[in-house]
Every structure is written in structure tokens, then in C-alpha cells.
């Protein structure tokens, strides 16, 4: 079947938006993706079926129906990609220095759809913490100040199926602890306010009711792509006022901003390595469709 330049765009989109919900989820099935994404139900089955057929997802026979899960092959889609190894390479003993200075625990994040993945943390180098986080876990975007970063990084219309997803795995039934200034995820048009606050100020504030300790997350860029997170987390009694939160912020962006050097730094040597031009070698990509960088 031949599509039009317009429909082939969003084919690809829906394809790509697939890959992300099954990447959060140990299988889903075509309602899953109607929900999540707001396509039709023969969308649905197109998009599952190209991606089935080109070996992206295996079939899951169940007597309700089928069910999809990502397949070893869709690996291969990343075997030219080391963005995220170069991000730990340069991070690591950046944040660990900064933990063995100020004390104070940092958390490195990589976004990861409805939820975001904790890559690394320091909260081993030191004893400012009242409970030691490892990395390794998937948190909800809407339970931790470096999933508010993450989601509020997101443009139509990631966005939107993003927040789709989250109304529709959303149980009242089920407590969670969370901060209260955080809107519920059926209540959309605040929560598209708090993200629109927290793009333009560049960082969110989040603490969990009844907790004694508080994070600061700041979104991390690399050659105009949003990459990441950096979250530090505080006792309540060391941030008091405005005043006080603004210097743990002044250091978080501190850090922030050698990471970033860093990174810049790395990618200047690899196309020095390659005879590439100094500026060729630094020179900012186009923005990704997918971010958007905060003020």
C-alpha cells in the first residue's frame, strides 16, 4: 500500500511511540495501544503487525487475545549509539567528587516514556542520606522530581500520549506516596501547568508528604538534545526559604553545567580523532522533535 509523504511521517511516529510503551512494559496488546497513543483500533493493528514482521516484537498467544513484547532484535537498533555510555563516562567521577565535597547524594536519569531510569547515584559515597537509593529502577515520571523534568522535556505529541498512558494506569485504589503539590494525572490541565513552570525556571522541586528530605532536579543538554537528568537530594532542615533552596540550586546547575562541558569536551577529542574540523566537532545539532530545551 502506498501512504502519502503526510501518512508515512505519522506511521513512523506511531511505530516509534510503539517501541517506547513496549519498552516500559513487559508486554501490551492492541487496546494498549489505543489507549496510550489514541490511534484507531486498524492503526493499531498496522503499526503491531509492521513491527511484528519486521522481527521488532514477538506475539504473545493468550486465550483473551494476543500480546506483544519487544523481541532480542530491537537491540540491534542501538548497536551505533553510545550517548548514553559517553553520559556515565563523563558524569561519574564529576558527581562522585561533588558528593565527596558537599555531601549531599546526586542520581543521574535517563528518560524512559511514562517512567525514567536511574542511572547512576552517589548515595554510596556518603552518609547524608536517610534512605540509599541503587541504579537500575524505573520510577514513574509523575513520583520524583527528575520524572517531572523528564515529562516536562516532552512536545506534542509525545506529550500527550504520555499523559494518556498515565490517566489510564492511574489507580485511586492504590496508595502511593507523593508529593501533594504534584497534580493527580486525571486532572491534566494543572499538571500541563506545573510542567510548563518547571520548563521555564529549568528545575523541580519534589518532596513526598511526611518525608524529611527533599531533591532538585535540573535537565541535562548535549549539543541541543535533552540527555538526562541531575537530581540532589537534601534533608528538609537544610533547605529553608527561598535563600537556601536557591544555593543548592546554584550547585546542582554547578555540576549540571560541568557535566554538559564535559560531554562537549568528549565529542570535540572523538572529532579531533577523526580529522573533523574544531567546529565541526562542537557544533550544536538541530533540536530533536522529541525536546525542548528549558529556559
Do not use: K
Not at 3 to 13: F, G
Not at 35 to 43: F, H
Request: charge should be positive; aromatic fraction near 6%; proline fraction near 5%.
Amino acid at each position: 500500500m502506498s501512504l502519502r509523504e503526510e501518512d508515512d511521517i505519522q506511521s513512523l511516529r506511531y511505530g516509534i511511540e510503539a517501541l517506547r510503551l513496549l519498552n516500559g512494559r513487559e508486554s501490551i496488546s492492541t487496546a494498549d495501544l489505543v489507549a496510550s497513543l489514541g490511534i484507531s483500533r486498524g492503526t493499531a493493528y498496522r503499526v503491531i503487525n509492521t513491527l511484528h514482521g519486521l522481527g521488532y516484537v514477538a506475539r504473545i498467544s493468550e486465550r483473551r487475545g494476543s500480546r506483544y513484547r519487544l523481541s532480542v532484535r530491537v537491540r540491534r537498533l542501538s548497536d551505533g549509539f553510545d550517548g548514553d555510555r559517553s553520559l556515565l563516562h563523563v558524569a561519574q567521577p564529576l558527581m562522585l567528587a561533588f558528593t565527596r565535597e558537599h555531601g549531599w547524594p546526586l542520581a543521574l536519569s535517563t528518560p524512559a516514556g511514562d517512567r525514567f531510569f536511574v542511572r547512576f547515584t552517589t548515595d554510596h559515597a556518603t552518609q547524608r542520606v536517610l534512605r540509599r537509593y541503587r541504579a537500575g529502577f524505573y520510577r514513574s515520571v509523575l513520583l520524583a522530581g527528575s520524572g517531572l523534568v523528564c515529562l516536562a522535556q516532552q512536545r506534542e505529541p509525545v506529550l500527550s500520549a504520555t499523559l494518556r498512558e498515565l490517566r489510564r494506569s492511574y489507580d485511586p485504589t492504590v496508595p502511593v506516596m507523593r508529593d501533594p503539590a504534584v497534580p493527580l494525572p486525571d486532572d491534566e490541565p494543572a499538571l500541563r501547568a506545573l510542567l510548563a513552570r518547571i520548563l521555564e525556571q529549568g528545575y523541580a522541586r519534589y518532596g513526598e508528604a511526611g518525608d524529611r528530605e527533599t531533591s532538585v532536579s535540573i535537565p541535562l543538554h548535549h549539543a541541543g538534545h535533552f540527555v538526562g537528568t541531575l537530581a540532589m537530594r537534601v534533608m528538609n532542615v537544610a533547605v529553608r526559604g527561598e535563600a537556601s533552596l536557591r544555593d543548592h540550586l546554584r550547585l546542582v546547575r554547578g555540576i549540571g553545567a560541568q557535566i554538559e562541558a564535559g560531554l562537549a569536551a568528549a565529542d570535540a577529542r572523538r572529532g579531533a580523532a577523526n580529522g573533523d574540523s574544531p567546529s565541526a566537532a562542537t557544533a550544536p545539532a538541530a533540536p530533536a522533535d522529541e525536546v525542548q530545551r528549558s529556559g
